[in-house]
């Protein structure tokens, strides 16, 4: 199968040597993202919600990339830095991806990059073979 990197060629990707997002085949797997957005900014300091809106536009950006959409993805994993603010973010999932549900897991963790950054998504994808060939 061909790999293709994803690329947008942010302080983070080139720090740590990886991709915004993979493509083997049909499917895509999308890194870790927070809430920077394109200027390298964090968008919605202090807020759980308006952070995890970011952080799926900025997912959605890599899919298209890819040649696929946020209707592709299968599962989710949602990392925030207190447990408590599952509602918030939950909320903001739900609106983008409540059409597809796709499999989810929430995870707290002790912190991310910055004491910033609230919320942390990667995301997995599989295109069909139908937008697939399109995208050729």
Known sequence: MERKNISTNSFWENALASSRAVRIGNYVHVSGTTAINS?????????????????????????????????????????????????????AHAECFGDICPACSLIEVNKLLTPEMLVLIEADAVISETESRSQL
Do not use: C, F, H
């Open 39 to 91: 200027q390298g900014v964090i968008v919605g300091l202090g807020d759980p919600y308006l952070q995890t809106k970011q952080i799926i536009k900025n997912i959605e950006s890599a899919l298209v990339m890819a040649g696929g959409s946020l209707k592709d993805v299968v599962r989710t994993r949602i990392y925030v830095t207190s447990i408590a603010r599952w509602k918030s973010v939950s909320k």
